[in-house]
């Protein structure tokens, strides 16, 4: 519910994120349901999350590519992905039909089988909506998304940045699991294994536990994207006050860290053009750039300066973060050995040299500097 509602963050992506786990959540409160002996209420919560339970391949499959491609509105050829779940809601209309649902029956295979056996009636159309079209959803959707990424590994510019990419993949890994473990009665099915349905409860327990253990060891891949409550990227120069004198947080370049502190800064503007020049001539004169792990708390060190002055005067004075501003000047030193080296090594090897610790962070800054990718842009150049 907070995600569905949460007004941070890309609000597309967070209303698919809702609609998988509102899936996950009916599977659960249904197991529970039907474990505890309750027919009615199984019947009502069942028959209201079924359309969710067919949706939720296809979020998962937009939530994925709309990361991937940060798009904040679906087009309108997308909108198809839902056609399916057309179906379900048909299904659940309660029509006076000449057969009433055995819900006691339906919890039994429930319990016996899993959600993907169902051989009752449940509403309009035949079992094989249950046991054999939503399977199919899953799997098209899972090997689609999958497609997807695999192809997208061979051009690493297309890909997020490093903390978006950690958590892409690990929802990718997670979620993938989970649906291959759903799928498991169909395979023990197919191939007459008895099939244990609290044998599989206790595996989905302690895939569970560990996937938790590993989350609280590394909390920051949900900072963003499943926790989003909290803003935790830093205000860019445009969004600063005009005045010299604001009030900001304490931090680290690092967007994930926590704000620790909130500290006034007066600065005269004598001092900001000071402070400018000896940041600017530090770093063109030791090109500090080159150094692939140089933060901005190496540069207040070396320049003996608090670490929010150097980051207001960067923001205020050169009107960049300190990310963009160091990148560009990688960008800079990349242009300039490219025509020298490029029949000796590859455009990789100079972007590392120039300072990029990633190939991916590189065609990104590239992009934003010169507006092309490296390629285009010295075909642009060759042209000329």
């Known amino acids: 519910m907070h995600l569905f509602f949460a007004k941070r963050g890309n609000k597309l992506l967070n209303i698919l994120l809702s609609v998988i786990f509102f899936a996950r959540f009916g599977q659960i409160l249904t197991s529970l349901l039907f474990k505890a002996g309750q027919p009615h209420a199984l019947a009502f919560f069942h028959q209201t999350f079924t359309p969710f339970y067919f949706a939720a391949p296809a979020c998962f499959y937009l939530y994925i590519t709309g990361f991937?491609?940060?798009?904040?509105?679906?087009?309108?050829?997308?909108?198809?992905?839902?056609v399916p779940t057309l179906l379900p809601i048909i299904h659940v209309i309660?029509?006076?039909l000449p057969v009433k649902t055995d819900w006691n029956l339906v919890g039994t295979q429930l319990a016996q089988n899993g959600y993907f056996s169902l051989k009752a009636n449940t509403g309009l159309f035949p079992p094989y909506l249950h046991?054999?079209?939503?399977?199919?959803?899953?799997?098209?959707?899972?090997?689609?998304?999958?497609?997807?990424?695999?192809?997208?590994?061979?051009?690493?510019?297309?890909?997020?940045?490093?903390?978006?990419?950690?958590?892409?993949?690990?929802?990718?890994r997670v979620a993938t699991f989970f649906q291959l473990l759903g799928l498991l009665p169909i395979t023990f099915r197919s191939f007459h294994?008895?099939?244990?349905?609290?044998?599989?409860i206790v595996l989905n327990c302690l895939a569970l536990l560990i996937i938790l253990l590993y989350t609280l060891h590394k909390p920051y891949i949900f900072y963003g994207y499943l926790l989003v409550a909290v803003d935790w990227t830093k205000k860019t120069a445009s969004q600063q006050t005009d005045t010299d004198t604001v009030s900001v947080?304490?931090?680290?370049?690092?967007?994930?860290?926590?704000?620790?502190?909130?500290?006034?800064?007066?600065?005269?503007?004598?001092?900001?053009?000071?402070?400018?020049?000896?940041?600017?001539?530090?770093?063109?004169?030791?090109q500090l750039y080159l150094v692939h792990d140089f933060q901005i708390i190496d540069l207040a060190a070396k320049l003996n300066l608090p670490i929010h002055h150097c980051s207001f005067v960067i923001n205020k004075q050169i009107g960049k973060n300190f990310r963009d501003w160091i990148n560009g000047y990688r960008v800079d030193y990349f242009l300039k050995q490219y025509p020298v080296k490029s029949d000796k090594i590859t455009i990789e090897a100079i972007a590392s040299e120039a300072g990029f610790k990633s190939q991916a962070t590189f065609y990104n800054a590239f992009k934003k500097e010169t507006g092309l990718m490296p390629t285009a842009y010295f075909a642009r150049e060759l042209g000329h």
Not at 140 to 155: Q, S
């Open 94 to 96: 309660p029509w006076h």
């Open 131 to 172: 046991s054999i079209f939503r399977p199919l959803l899953v799997i098209g959707y899972l090997c689609a998304t999958w497609i997807v990424v695999l192809r997208l590994k061979k051009k690493p510019q297309l890909l997020p940045e490093s903390e978006g990419r950690t958590w892409i993949i690990f929802f990718l």
């Open 193 to 200: 294994i008895p099939y244990i349905n609290s044998y599989f």
């Open 68 to 82: 991937l491609q940060d798009q904040k509105h679906l087009q309108k050829v997308e909108w198809l992905h839902f």
């Open 249 to 286: 947080p304490l931090m680290a370049e690092n967007p994930i860290q926590r704000p620790i502190a909130v500290k006034k800064i007066n600065l005269l503007d004598a001092q900001l053009v000071d402070y400018a020049f000896a940041i600017k001539e530090i770093m063109e004169k030791e």
